[in-house]
């Protein structure tokens, strides 16, 4: 399916899929099938008045889910900030309220939310000179700062930085007490665009000394398998809580860029013995998966 920066939970019997609209709305696909998502049509649940809506996430909080986007006031994609709508009720479909603006001055994308150690931060990306970096910051509850942005990760090995020095797209991952970020690396456009991984080794999440980055990325193309730009993934769990998953969107060929023929694509994710993950290789579209367990 068409839906680049795919974003998904599965919550109380089903599976919420949401992703990058490009226009002035959050869109969400309920099913209660990994498989159903495919036919499943999007439900618009939030209107605003900005241009381009990218890489939207929805996070519970205290029984209500904050969903969070990037948009601009204007069309040429300078003004690209991050908003959050938070929902009435605990229906990942709304209906949501907008809630608040998190942002300072300048280009801001790509939120998500993580808690380490009680602490609440949004992470994301936004621009330095030269380059697009992520950002962590500290939070009093899912609208409010607690703090500036602070620098987390910079795109200094040369296969973050293929066509521009980029990262973007971080999302949280937990697993046995250890706390990673995946995150994209270089231009969206290109067929190498790719996850790295970060894993916080410190104490303080708001020091990136704290948080070592893996040399090499994790999860590249696979021309044999026609998959081209893996990338802007996020993480579900299996009905049954016993399996991780990922969802992340790719191109069927290396030309198709960064527009709406990227599409989202999902598979089992498995743990090295060093307990860190292992993503394996991307798929080719079309193959058939065995479904989440307890579905």
Same mark, same amino acid.
């Given at each position: ?53 990218? !890489? ?14 990037? !948009? ?78 602070? $620098? ?97 969107? !790719? ?37 058939? $998966? ?6």
């Amino acid at each position: 399916m068409a839906s680049p920066d795919p974003w998904m939970q599965y919550y109380k019997g089903y599976y919420y899929m949401t992703a990058t609209s490009g226009d002035s709305t959050v869109r969400m696909r309920k099913s209660k099938t990994l498989a159903g998502l495919y036919n499943a049509e999007f439900k618009i649940v939030l209107n605003h008045t900005l241009y381009h809506t990218w !890489a939207p996430e929805f996070h519970m909080w205290n029984s209500k889910w904050y969903l969070y986007f990037t !948009a601009g006031a204007t069309k040429d994609f300078s003004s690209q900030r991050i908003h959050v709508a938070e929902s009435l009720g605990d229906d990942p479909i709304g209906p949501y309220n907008f809630k608040a603006d998190i942002h300072d001055d300048g280009y801001a994308i790509d939120p998500s939310l993580i808690t380490i150690n009680n602490g609440l931060y949004l992470l994301g990306s936004f621009n330095t000179p030269g380059m697009q970096d992520l950002f962590i910051r500290p939070l009093t509850n899912p609208w409010t700062p607690n703090g500036p942005k602070v $620098l987390l990760s910079s795109p200094t090995n040369p296969w973050e930085r293929t066509n521009l020095p980029i990262n973007e797209g971080p999302e949280p991952l937990q697993h046995n007490n250890r706390t990673f970020i995946v995150y994209s690396a270089g231009a969206c456009g290109t067929p190498d665009y790719k996850l790295g991984l970060l894993e916080f080794v410190g104490t303080d999440p708001i020091n990136a000394t704290h948080w070592h980055k893996n040399p090499q990325p994790v999860f590249v193309r696979n021309d044999t398998n026609h998959v081209y730009g893996p990338g802007h993934n996020g993480f579900f769990m299996s009905p049954d809580g016993s399996q991780y998953w990922i969802v992340y969107h !790719a191109n069927d060929k290396p030309d198709y860029g960064c527009t709406n023929k990227r599409t989202a694509r999902a598979k089992r994710l498995d743990w090295n013995s060093n307990g860190t993950p292992h993503f394996g290789t991307p798929d080719p579209i079309g193959l058939q $998966l065995i479904a989440p367990s307890g579905e």
